[in-house]
Antibody
Framework: QVQVVESGGGLVKPGGSLRLSCAASGFTFSDYYMNWIRQGPGKGLEWVSY????????KYADSVRGRFTISRDNAENSLYLQMDSLRTEDTALYYC?????????????WGRGTLVTVSS | DIQMTQSPSSVSAFVGGRVTITCRAS??????LAWYQQKPGKVPKLLIY???NLQGGVPSRFSGSGSGTNFTLTISSLQPEDFATYYCQQTDSFPLTFGGGTKVEIK
């Protein structure tokens, strides 16, 4: 079954850190560009970060650049998001999302998300 | 950064009715635009890419048009399963950005 499954969310205090993971299965993970996208409670979608299939090319939203780091381990079929210096406005459901081959800026396979709550 | 503005923010329509949603980009993006559907409690689903290309499996009652800075998503004959929130997204350049969403509700 082709899927991605997120984990690692939870409650963290402002200024704290969290590492999200995404386990991919059912497809050749190393062929695909991957993304993290988030959705605040009752809010719209916000693209967070992107990583190329080999991991050598990354991009970030202005709101997280310098605080979040995306990475991947193709041998483990896993995607990660290291989140540091967390702020209350980072509270959201974080989705791991696969892009179609050849369309790195589209989002075609979504996980169910992992909830991150930043609160004191 | 490219700002994406959708209108209206919500729209009510009857089953069988026609709905048009507009998306405007703050700068020229050719046809680098996608549309997504998100039902309550569900993950978003890619409907249309490159402004007018239907993703596989998407019913033909959905159509997209436009180029440059102005785009539309049309649902020609609204079905009960189409009631959802729709988002546009520019795929022209990073940072990738979404519109604020349009909620399609039952009248």
């Amino acid at each position: 079954q082709v899927q991605v499954v997120e984990s690692g969310g939870g409650l963290v205090k402002p200024g704290g850190s969290l590492r999200l993971s995404c386990a991919a299965s059912g497809f050749t993970f190393s062929d695909y560009y991957m993304n993290w996208i988030r959705q605040g409670p009752g809010k719209g979608l916000e693209w967070v970060s992107y990583i190329s299939n080999g991991g050598g090319y990354t991009k970030y939203a202005d709101s997280v650049r310098g605080r979040f780091t995306i990475s991947r381990d193709n041998a483990e079929n896993s995607l990660y998001l290291q989140m540091d210096s967390l702020r209350t406005e980072d509270t959201a459901l974080y989705y791991c999302v696969r892009s179609p081959i050849g369309f790195g800026e589209l989002f075609s396979l979504w996980g169910r998300g992992t909830l991150v709550t930043v609160s004191s | 950064d490219i700002q994406m503005t959708q209108s209206p923010s919500s729209v009510s329509a009857f089953v069988g009715g026609r709905v048009t949603i507009t998306c405007r980009a703050s700068q020229y993006i050719a046809t680098w635009l996608a549309w997504y559907q998100q039902k309550p409690g569900k993950v978003p689903k890619l409907l249309i890419y490159s402004a007018s290309n239907l993703q596989g499996g998407v019913p033909s009652r959905f159509s997209g048009s436009g180029s440059g800075t102005n785009f539309t998503l049309t649902i020609s004959s609204l079905q009960p399963e189409d009631f959802a929130t729709y988002y546009c997204q520019q795929t022209d350049s990073f940072p990738l950005t979404f519109g604020g969403g349009t909620k399609v509700e039952i009248k």
